[in-house]
């Protein structure tokens, strides 16, 4: 079975710039999870799909972070314009069970490096 | 404001040395408390669920536990494959969906 897949897996842009990471969640997996470690900070959450319907997205940054989830497969996060303080690396994560059980898949991540 | 601290920052352990790593959490009401193991270059995995004081869960040479204020997750007789990053996160209550985790531990188990 695959796992959740996330393309590209190392970005570098410049300041001002555009930048579209995706995630691949493990097929039948309705819940779709963002999450950001920024260098040094521990893994913060960024918003939650349940399908194709945003749950909760308290935790995106600014109204600079655009994240969509299209039929209710994959999932796309868009950062315009992109600030140094960006960089980080973003996870996604896909279950099949509530977020109580802690059994979130979670994907190797796309390195986002903003100069 | 919800919080996870998880101590020592990095550890270094002989193969066979057991140890334990410690994870602290202030919440206002705890819904769940996670283990996970992080590769260098991957993403975390989920190793274990705690929900109550006294639970304990194992696996393999792992095992954790959990009180009212603190998880340990203790290691026996460490082999040099068990060297990553273990991440604990707490859901709290009230929380929607949103997992809180540490900084993580950084073990390193020499042959």
């Known amino acids: 079975e695959a796992g959740v897949t996330q393309f590209p897996s190392h970005s570098v842009i410049e300041k001002g710039q555009t930048v579209t990471l995706r995630c691949d969640p493990i097929s039948g997996h309705d819940n779709l999870y963002w999450y950001r470690r920024v260098m040094g900070k521990e893994i913060k959450f960024l918003l939650h799909?349940?399908?194709?319907?945003?749950?909760?997205e308290s935790g995106m940054p600014n109204n600079r972070f655009l994240a969509e989830r299209t039929g209710g497969t994959y999932s796309t996060l868009k950062v315009q314009p992109a600030e140094l303080e960006d960089s980080g690396v973003y996870f996604c994560a896909s279950s099949q069970r509530a977020v109580d059980t802690g059994e979130l898949f979670f994907g190797e991540g796309s390195r986002l490096t903003v100069l | 404001e919800d919080q996870v601290t998880q101590s020592p920052e990095a550890l270094r352990l002989q193969e066979g040395e057991s140890s334990s790593l410690n994870c602290s959490y202030t919440v206002s009401g705890l819904r769940g408390l996670f283990w996970y193991r992080q590769d260098p270059g991957k993403g975390p995995e989920f190793l274990f669920t705690?929900?109550?004081a006294g639970e304990e869960k194992e696996k393999e040479r792992l095992k954790a536990t959990l009180t009212k204020k603190e998880s340990f997750l203790h290691i026996t007789a460490p082999k040099p494959e068990d060297s990553a990053t273990y991440l604990c996160?707490?859901?709290?209550?009230?929380?929607?969906?949103?997992?809180?985790f540490g900084k993580g531990i950084t073990l390193s188990v020499r042959p």
């Open positions: 705690l929900y109550s």
């Open positions: 799909f349940v399908k194709e319907s945003k749950q909760d």
């Open positions: 996160a707490v859901v709290p209550t009230g929380a929607n969906s949103k997992l809180t």
